[in-house]
């Protein structure tokens, strides 16, 4: 079973700052999802990566296959970016996709 | 617009009355699924169909059912609900199974007293 850990799991920063959320996984994936849920629970995706990086806006998501790692990275943070990240990876042996608990970002004006 | 569609949005129940929470997709996708999101746990899937008339177990499929007759269309079941499948239910879909980008429906909040 894939096992999958997100730090921090709570940040708080000031508008302006460059973020970084991170997320490990225990198994080998075919795909890694960022996702974006805010106050009033709706869930949007950010990203899906299989391999490199991906790019939208003042939002970046990594990912090294290798060291079963991915980062969210949000430059130039913004009060409206203040939502949980989620990370989920998908195995494709098992068919499952397998979530990270959720980092809580909280941007300050 | 494509969009994922849950019904109802809110419910309010008692236990053991049985009740369905519809899911439907407009972007001919082939794989749904139904998840579960509780404070501190996170979300869990409870069921998922790679395609019509296939469906398979989730982590947390016990109390749930699911049947995948249309394309469109992925109801998740509770027989008999019991309190502690109060939740925040979310129902989603993919064209490439897990490996491509998920659209989630806007959740349903369901409280069984």
């Known amino acids: 079973k894939n096992e999958v850990e997100q730090s921090p799991q709570n940040l708080t920063a000031q508008e302006g700052e460059f973020i970084t959320i991170n997320c490990s996984y225990s198994v080998g994936i075919s795909a890694l999802h960022w996702l974006q849920q805010h106050p009033g629970g709706g869930i949007v995706s950010l990203f899906m990566?299989?391999?490199g990086k991906k790019k939208h806006g003042r939002l970046i998501a990594t990912i090294n296959i290798q060291e079963k790692h991915s980062s969210l990275h949000i430059t130039a943070s913004h009060p409206r970016d203040s939502a949980v990240y989620i990370c989920a990876a998908y195995s494709g042996s098992a068919r499952q996709l397998t979530f990270g608990s959720g980092t809580q970002l909280t941007v300050l004006p | 617009e494509a969009q994922v569609t849950q019904n109802p949005r809110y419910l309010i129940t008692v236990t053991g009355k049985k009740l369905t929470v519809t899911c439907s997709q407009n972007?001919?996708?082939?794989?749904m699924s139904w998840y579960r999101q509780d404070p501190g746990l996170g979300l869990r899937q409870i069921y998922y169909s790679m395609n019509v008339e296939v469906t398979d177990k989730g982590d947390v499929p016990e109390g749930y059912k699911v049947s995948r007759k249309e394309k469109r269309n992925f109801p998740l079941i509770l027989e008999s609900p019991s309190p502690n499948q109060t939740s925040l239910y979310f129902c989603?879909?993919?064209?490439?199974?897990?490996?491509?980008?998920?659209?989630f429906g806007e959740g349903s909040r369901l409280t069984v007293l």
């Open positions: 989603a879909s993919t064209l490439y199974r897990g490996a491509g980008e998920l659209f």
């Open positions: 972007m001919n996708h082939e794989y």
């Open positions: 990566l299989s391999s």
